[in-house]
């Protein structure tokens, strides 16, 4: 049995309003890839920074072989043999591959035997990679490459590694892994985080599953099915729901077969959506972050427009409609980004309030702003969703996350829409603020109104969702009533299904 | 060590105190410079702020060129001011306001020597099209091919400047004038003269037309929906498309807005005070108009304050190479402390300055 490198024993740290850890113990061997599994704001990051010297603890220690180990800072880290390669990466484009690897050093050598030593180990690693290429015209692949090749040179005794693959291509991704198990073989341990469950299956010696800040498990993934981690992940806790008395209408808001390109490089495509949502019911869509939740908001909201026939508000095709033509048939949506994309950072509340409002709540009469309305509508909002500010006036920047959250979800439901669509809308909110405005948005169902929430917090999903569906690398499973779900069924629809169907179509 | 913080929302005092601080820092440095350059420093200041308007030798002739110097670059500045408000940055304006000026030229030219009361109304219209064409072209390839308006709009002030020069000794060069290059005299054409409308004040149809500008800027801005689309795409484009705002709209009304103005300022220029078209018609007034546009805070009454201080600052700095025997490269670096002052004050509209060191996070 391989000696503990790294143990870790009752970490605890607490930033206000939130326990981002709490008393999270577990041991690294020398020689493991150990994974550290959870959804986003489990914990994973604030766990590794401490380790990284990026955060003190609260409470708790670490030991490195029998030491005491608590680094001040990255660089007494990387001095006792712990590297880091972050999912976004610090490299400087206009400087080559040898200048980059170079600034990150504490004592980088001469030039000449820098480049020989980075071709030395990205031979030896299999990671192909030219010291003199300029760092600006290389591949998110390559660029983690410089990264990994940077850590490597300081010989590092634990590497940790920040959601390696979700920048990568498959090919990139087998490259990567070939790297890894070599660096495992010759005793290095690793710590990956991920919560790409077949990664860590075929990677992974151990796992380590955080949920809310504590440590659920410590399992060996390659003998636990995809549906036992999904299942650990999103918690044991899980309330069986109740089916909420509710009376559905007809359908007012229907997606067929959307199917939109990604964005950007790092965008998600939406493939093959199909869903429909009736009046008087909540349609909850869980899943992990970035599998689509953005796009499926922004194609909705009329920002992205769709093909013709995909988008259906009332029975009428609204697929190649705006936002502005969208709003006035009663399609109103909240994006999950407060500042700069729901509201001006530098604009007052009130401006705030004409940039959707203006036309449902008639704040505009022949092109002119009718500035009293346009105050009282944002006063209304302000009184009915009890947003904490000094007055209307306020910009919206000076606001704190939770209040302004409170402001943007307000506006939208005050304009008492046909169809809402709200992404994470109770994210870094305080649980009366979160409740507050999760009862709101089942009075506007119960009203009559179809309302899709998109969240990450199953729990929240749970709580306020008539049915379920997931988003899973932008497909959208089946709806189900809440009632009919169970953890595991769950966990199939948030990946587990797709992990079987890989798995059946690789046999 | 002294540290920058950022305000909550950006300060209300420091957005009106900062053109006054930076005017003020601007005089002790172009005292220092005068100074340098051996000319009594106050003397120099006073010759630039104080003489054109109050000094009983020249003051008669000077107090009228204030408003025909500052209506071309108000007019301008007012244009410039809403793009920059979208983030739509449109430095060609001196091409607009050339082409202005030579498409209405050409329309009145054409028609030589009619009487009509209809011939000025006309070249007006010409003017204020031909300023729009031309800052359509940079418009229109950034709509359509997102290139960088910045430089499409920069470059065709050059080729605005070679059609100038080819026009005054060719399609426009007055048959009568022996073969010297510039256009018929529109001084010596009643019907396309842009004439003083009250006698020694320096009035024309331009400053006319630059204060229906500032009105129709302010009411746009502050009340239109249009001018809260503008301002919140240069604040949040997302949020703006959010709103539903089309960018590229934004873009067309913006830049069309300010080569209208900017071939109307020529216009009126080339009709009243220039007179004639003429291979150096052009005297800057499209750049300068971009300081006055950020002196006046993107703002339209701004920008009238702003425009007459530089206007101001033209007069006086002409009076003080003439009389104090001041380079004109030294009056043009004054203008340009101006500009550099105000953009350096600006961070406080925003930012907060703190002495000491900075706490561990």
New interface residues.
């Given amino acids: 049995m391989a000696e503990t490198l790294l143990r870790i024993r009752g970490l605890t740290k607490a930033y206000p309003g939130v326990v981002a850890n709490d008393d999270v113990s577990f041991d690294i061997r020398e020689g493991e890839i150990h994974a550290l599994l959870g959804e986003n704001g489990a914990g994973k990051s604030t766990l590794v920074k401490m380790i990284y010297g990026l955060v003190a603890p609260d409470r708790g220690g670490m030991e490195l072989r029998g030491a005491p180990f608590a680094p001040g800072k990255p660089s007494e880290a990387r001095r006792a043999g712990v590297a880091m390669v972050f999912q976004h990466f610090s490299l400087f484009d206009a400087l080559d591959v040898a200048e980059n690897v170079a600034l990150g050093m504490e004592n980088p050598p001469k030039a000449r035997d820098l480049a020989r030593q980075i071709r030395d180990v990205s031979e030896t690693y299999g990671l192909p990679l030219d010291p003199h290429r300029i760092v600006g015209t290389l591949s998110a692949g390559e660029r983690q490459r410089v990264e990994i090749i940077r850590c490597l040179l300081q010989d590092p005794g634990l590497l940790i590694m920040d959601e390696p693959t979700s920048v990568l291509t498959p090919q990139e991704v087998d490259i990567l892994f070939e790297t890894l198990r070599k660096l495992r073989s010759e005793g290095t341990a690793i710590l990956y985080i991920s919560h790409k469950l077949e990664e860590i299956r075929s990677l992974c010696d151990h796992a380590t599953i955080l949920r809310l800040g504590k440590k659920v498990a410590t399992c060996t993934p390659s003998e636990t099915s995809a549906r036992e981690l999904a299942e650990m992940m999103v918690g044991s806790s899980f309330a069986a729901p109740q089916a909420r008395a509710h009376q559905a209408g007809a359908v007012r808001l229907e997606l067929r077969g959307l199917t939109l390109p990604a964005p950007g490089a790092f965008g998600t495509p939406l493939r093959d959506v199909s869903m429909q949502v009736a009046g008087g019911e909540v349609l909850g869509i869980g899943g992990v972050a970035g599998n689509g939740q953005d796009e499926l908001l922004a194609a909705l909201s009329g920002e992205r427009l769709a093909p013709a026939g995909s988008v259906w508000l009332e029975g009428r095709d609204v697929s190649r409609e705006g936002p502005v033509a969208r709003r006035d048939a009663g399609l109103l949506t909240g994006p999950e980004e407060r500042l700069g994309h729901a509201a001006a950072p530098d604009m007052s509340l009130i401006e705030n309030g004409v940039l959707t409002a203006s036309r449902r709540k008639r704040l505009v009469r022949r092109g002119f702003i009718d500035w009293p309305r346009a105050k009282s509508f944002a006063e209304d909002v302000i009184e009915r969703f009890d947003v904490r500010t000094p007055g209307p006036h306020v910009a919206a920047r000076a606001l704190s996350g939770g209040n302004l959250q409170k402001f943007v979800m307000g506006r939208e439901i005050v304009q008492e829409p046909e169809v809402l669509v709200v992404n994470q809308p109770t994210w870094g909110v305080d649980a009366a603020a979160a409740a507050a405005i999760r009862q709101a948005l089942l009075d506007l169902a119960a009203q009559g109104a179809a309302v899709v929430v998109i969240s990450q917090d199953l729990d929240e999903l749970m709580q306020i969702a008539d049915r379920f569906a997931a988003l899973n690398e932008g497909r959208l499973s089946p709806a189900r009533p809440v009632a009919e779900l169970n953890i595991e069924r769950i966990g199939l629809m948030m990946g587990g299904a797709h992990d079987l169907e890989t798995a059946h179509a690789a046999k | 060590m002294i540290r920058l913080e950022k305000r909550?929302?950006?300060s209300q005092a420091w957005t009106l105190a900062t053109p006054v601080l930076a005017v003020g820092a601007t005089m002790i440095a172009g005292g220092i410079l005068f100074a340098v350059l051996g000319a009594d420093p106050l003397v120099a200041i006073r010759t630039i702020f104080w003489d054109p308007l109050f000094n009983p030798q020249f003051a008669g002739f000077t107090r009228p060129q204030l408003l025909v110097k500052a209506a071309p670059l108000i007019l301008i500045a007012i244009g410039l001011s809403i793009g920059f408000r979208a983030g739509v940055w449109n430095i060609g304006a001196e091409g607009q306001y050339i082409m202005g000026a030579v498409c209405g030229a050409a329309a009145g030219l054409a028609l030589y020597p009619s009487e009509s009361v209809l011939v000025f109304p006309l070249m007006i219209l010409a003017g204020a099209l031909g300023g729009w064409a031309w800052a359509m072209i940079p418009a229109v390839l950034k709509v359509r091919f997102g290139t960088n308006e910045i430089l499409v709009s920069l470059m065709l002030v050059y080729v605005a400047e070679n059609v100038l020069a080819s026009v005054s000794s060719g399609l426009l060069r007055n048959p009568e004038g022996r073969g010297f290059p510039g256009s018929r005299n529109f001084r010596n054409w009643e019907a396309a003269h842009n004439a003083e409308l009250i006698p020694g004040t320096g009035m024309h149809w331009g400053v006319v037309a630059a204060f229906i500008a500032v009105i129709l800027a302010y009411v746009l801005m502050a009340?239109?929906?249009?001018g809260?689309n503008i301002?919140?795409t240069g604040?949040?484009p997302?949020?703006?498309?959010?709103?539903?705002v089309?960018p590229a709209r934004i873009v067309l009304v913006c830049l069309g807005t300010a080569g209208l103005l900017a071939g109307l300022a020529g216009l009126f220029e080339v009709t009243g005070p220039a007179g004639q078209i003429s291979i150096d018609f052009n005297s800057g007034y499209g750049f300068t108009a971009i300081i006055v546009a950020f002196l006046g805070r993107l703002h339209p009454v701004g920008i009238l304050l702003a425009g007459l201080l530089m206007a101001l600052t033209y007069i006086g700095g002409e009076l003080a190479q003439l009389m104090l025997g001041l380079p004109g490269a030294s009056i043009q670096l004054f203008q340009g402390m101006l500009l550099f002052f105000l953009l350096a004050m600006d961070v406080f509209t925003n930012y907060r300055l703190r002495l000491g060191r900075a706490e561990v996070a």
């Fill in positions: 909550p929302q950006p009340r239109h929906i249009q809260f301002r919140l604040e949040a997302r949020a703006a498309r959010f709103a539903g089309s």
